[in-house]
Nanobody, 125 residues
């Protein structure tokens, strides 16, 4: 069982930056592929970024490539999402998620078993 807790959301002006953190419980964090997803009002949850267990493999949705960076610190049981050059269309609730132990990253929300409660990111124009 993995419990996840996001933090770091808030209100920021367009062009600004935020760093989201996701702290995981348990001693098995390093064997879980992690992902970030987001859900804007009236829209379905969408994939943002994913990172492999070692951090060596990452994938991003096209709209955030070059602006967002996913990273992890297995010693601290934490995954991060560094967000730069934020745009109003990035406004959403951001969720971190963990897969059951696997070597593979995924962009599909159904592949993730554990979810945090979400943190709101609002980007003003």
């Amino acid at each position: 069982q993995v419990q996840l807790a996001e933090s770091g959301g808030g209100l920021v002006q367009a062009g600004g930056s935020l760093r989201l953190s996701c702290a995981a419980s348990g001693r098995t964090f390093s064997i879980h592929t992690m992902g970030w997803f987001r859900q804007a009002p009236g829209k379905e949850r969408e994939f943002v970024a994913t990172i492999s267990t070692t951090g060596k493999v990452t994938n991003y949705t096209d709209s955030v490539k070059g602006r967002f960076t996913i990273s992890r610190d297995n010693a601290r049981n934490t995954v991060y999402l560094h967000m730069n050059s934020l745009k109003p269309e990035d406004t959403a609730v951001y969720y971190c998620a963990a897969r059951d132990p696997t070597l593979w990253t995924s962009k599909i929300s159904q592949d993730y078993k554990y979810w945090g409660q979400g943190t709101q990111v609002t980007v003003s124009s």
